[in-house]
């Protein structure tokens, strides 16, 4: 393999891509995989959508850049009106950005100009949960709680205030799931109590896990205590739905499932949908007339609403509803996790499966009484991946336990996913999994 002069996180190598089409991916030596978590959970509508393409190429013969001082352009306009008409009521504002830290990141400082702008100077302090994964800059990793990624960067910014992440399945306790969910909100107030109340501005959270909790699922009871709990202290609600927006739990946003209207929403991801880098932020229009009245939002990026990443966002979006991609999400979601749920019991060592539409997880035990994790050394979050990956098949996986220990695998291909080819991506996770237990002496029957 020719040496490359690229870096990311190690010096593994991969095949090199040659094309894309669909849910498939083959390298330039003609293997074919299946994407089964649709890159890093963004590949939403596929590889190679035509429309998606088109789109993108007649925008290319009109204008590639139009810097926002100089000129408005059309696929923005048009695209921010698609979102906001998508959006909770209320949110009629839209801020677009390349990428989630991005995203992230503008909320972070909408939230805190928007109290300045108040005169609540003295509220500051962001509230996020623990484990939770916000995005990689410094802003944004000041949210995130994810050892191996936080603890080189500690010097370097303020760390906020953390709760608990809801992870009632780790419970062993008498309480029902509606009553683990206030308790774990129940966190928030008490937190908010201890830090003070005015210097707390804002809480942020994924409706659905990504990476750092596995498609992780609260009660319901959750949702609706949490909205109680930021308007009972006039703290805003942040919903980073950077993985779980544009469909991906089978409703445009994940809020919608708990019928939440949080005071800002980033999405990224699946915006774009591996086309292009693309994210956005929403917001009540009352946080943007306020910013706006009182000198305007100290905040911007260069290529905020590009032409060609807003014509590519806006087909995207237009692919999604036009193919019903949300319904077939509905029912492949369904169909996966009770395809996940057999294998669980066919595995003595899967403790958990969760998640929503097609964002889906388990995670792997060594004792699924105590939920106890597979020693730490075994690297199985590593090993099953590329079990996988030998198979054809790619999917995700991270720790479980804030990023030292644990393994959980994330399996969400893209909303265009057939019956037939949920059946192939649990055969190839059986295969593996089976590979996984006589590598490592595993016990695949239950007790």
Same mark, same amino acid.
């Given at each position: 393999?020719?040496?490359?002069?690229?870096?990311?996180?190690?010096?593994?190598?991969?095949?090199?891509?040659?094309?894309?089409?669909?849910?498939?991916?083959?390298?330039?030596?003609?293997?074919?995989?299946?994407?089964?978590?649709?890159?890093?959970?963004?590949?939403?509508?596929?590889?190679?959508?035509?429309?998606?393409?088109?789109?993108?190429?007649?925008?290319?013969?009109?204008?590639?850049?139009?810097?926002?001082?100089?000129?408005?352009?059309?696929?923005?306009?048009?695209?921010?009106?698609?979102?906001?008409?998508?959006?909770?009521?209320?949110?009629?504002?839209?801020?677009?950005?390349?990428? $989630?830290?991005?995203?992230?990141?503008?909320?972070?400082?909408?939230? !805190?100009?928007? =109290?300045?702008?108040?005169? +609540?100077?003295?509220?500051? /302090?962001?509230?996020?949960?623990?484990?939770?994964?916000?995005?990689?800059?410094?802003?944004?990793?000041?949210? #995130?709680?994810? #050892?191996?990624?936080?603890?080189?960067?500690?010097?370097?910014?303020?760390?906020?205030?953390?709760?608990?992440?809801?992870?009632?399945?780790?419970?062993?306790? +008498?309480?029902?799931? +509606?009553? !683990?969910?206030?308790?774990?909100?129940?966190?928030?107030? +008490?937190?908010?109590?201890?830090?003070?109340?005015?210097?707390?501005?804002?809480?942020?959270?994924?409706?659905?896990?990504?990476?750092?909790?596995?498609?992780?699922?609260?009660?319901?009871?959750?949702?609706?205590?949490?909205?109680?709990?930021?308007?009972?202290?006039?703290?805003?609600? &942040?919903?980073?739905?950077?993985?779980?927006?544009?469909?991906? #739990?089978? /409703?445009?946003?994940?809020?919608?499932?708990?019928?939440?209207?949080?005071?800002?929403?980033?999405? =990224?991801?699946?915006?774009?949908?591996?086309? *292009?880098?693309?994210?956005?932020?929403?917001?009540?229009?009352? *946080?943007?007339?306020?910013?706006?009245?009182?000198?305007?939002?100290?905040?911007?990026?260069?290529?905020? $609403?590009?032409?060609?990443?807003?014509?590519?966002?806006?087909?995207?979006?237009?692919?999604?509803?036009?193919?019903?991609?949300?319904?077939?999400?509905?029912?492949?979601?369904?169909?996966?996790? =009770?395809?996940?749920?057999?294998?669980?019991?066919?595995?003595?060592?899967?403790?958990?499966? !969760?998640?929503?539409?097609?964002? #889906?997880?388990?995670?792997?035990?060594?004792?699924?009484?105590?939920?106890?994790?597979?020693?730490? =050394?075994?690297?199985?979050?590593?090993?099953?991946?590329?079990?996988?990956?030998?198979? $054809?098949?790619?999917?995700?996986?991270?720790?479980?336990?804030?990023?030292?220990?644990?393994?959980?695998?994330?399996?969400?291909?893209?909303?265009?996913?057939?019956?037939?080819? &949920?059946?192939?991506?649990?055969?190839?996770?059986?295969?593996?999994?089976?590979?996984?237990?006589?590598?490592?002496?595993?016990?695949?029957?239950?007790?």
């Amino acid at each position: 393999m020719m040496e490359s002069h690229l870096f990311y996180q190690t010096r593994d190598r991969r095949p090199v891509l040659d094309r894309a089409e669909g849910l498939y991916m083959w390298d330039v030596n003609g293997k074919k995989y299946i994407d089964g978590s649709s890159g890093a959970m963004v590949s939403n509508i596929g590889h190679s959508n035509p429309a998606v393409l088109k789109a993108m190429q007649a925008q290319m013969a009109k204008s590639t850049f139009g810097y926002r001082l100089h000129f408005e352009n059309e696929p923005a306009e048009l695209l921010a009106r698609k979102v906001a008409e998508l959006s909770p009521p209320g949110h009629n504002k839209v801020f677009f950005v390349s990428g $989630g830290s991005e995203a992230v990141e503008s909320a972070m400082k909408l939230a !805190r100009q928007y =109290a300045f702008s108040r005169g +609540d100077g003295e509220r500051w /302090k962001i509230i996020s949960r623990s484990p939770s994964y916000h995005g990689a800059t410094l802003g944004a990793l000041s949210l #995130t709680s994810y #050892t191996p990624l936080n603890a080189p960067f500690l010097p370097m910014h303020v760390a906020m205030p953390k709760i608990p992440a809801p992870r009632c399945y780790l419970d062993r306790d +008498d309480l029902s799931d +509606d009553e !683990r969910g206030l308790r774990y909100a129940q966190m928030l107030r +008490d937190k908010i109590v201890a830090e003070g109340p005015e210097t707390v501005l804002a809480f942020i959270m994924e409706p659905v896990g990504g990476a750092s909790t596995g498609a992780l699922v609260a009660p319901d009871s959750y949702y609706g205590h949490i909205r109680d709990i930021c308007d009972e202290f006039g703290v805003l609600l &942040i919903y980073d739905e950077v993985m779980t927006g544009v469909g991906r #739990t089978g /409703k445009f946003l994940a809020a919608e499932h708990w019928n939440i209207n949080p005071d800002i929403i980033v999405t =990224a991801k699946g915006f774009g949908a591996g086309y *292009i880098p693309l994210g956005a932020l929403t917001a009540r229009q009352s *946080i943007v007339d306020t910013i706006l009245d009182s000198g305007g939002f100290q905040h911007g990026y260069t290529y905020a $609403g590009n032409p060609i990443a807003c014509a590519a966002g806006l087909a995207v979006i237009d692919e999604i509803f036009r193919q019903q991609m949300m319904s077939n999400t509905v029912s492949r979601g369904v169909q996966l996790l =009770a395809g996940l749920s057999r294998l669980k019991d066919n595995y003595a060592f899967i403790g958990d499966v !969760r998640g929503k539409g097609l964002l #889906t997880a388990f995670e792997l035990v060594s004792d699924n009484a105590t939920m106890a994790p597979l020693p730490a =050394a075994l690297n199985v979050f590593s090993v099953l991946v590329e079990l996988a990956y030998e198979r $054809g098949l790619i999917i995700y996986s991270r720790r479980s336990r804030g990023g030292l220990e644990g393994d959980h695998f994330l399996i969400c291909p893209p909303m265009i996913t057939s019956a037939e080819q &949920i059946n192939d991506i649990l055969d190839i996770l059986d295969d593996s999994l089976g590979s996984l237990a006589k590598m490592l002496n595993l016990p695949t029957a239950r007790p």
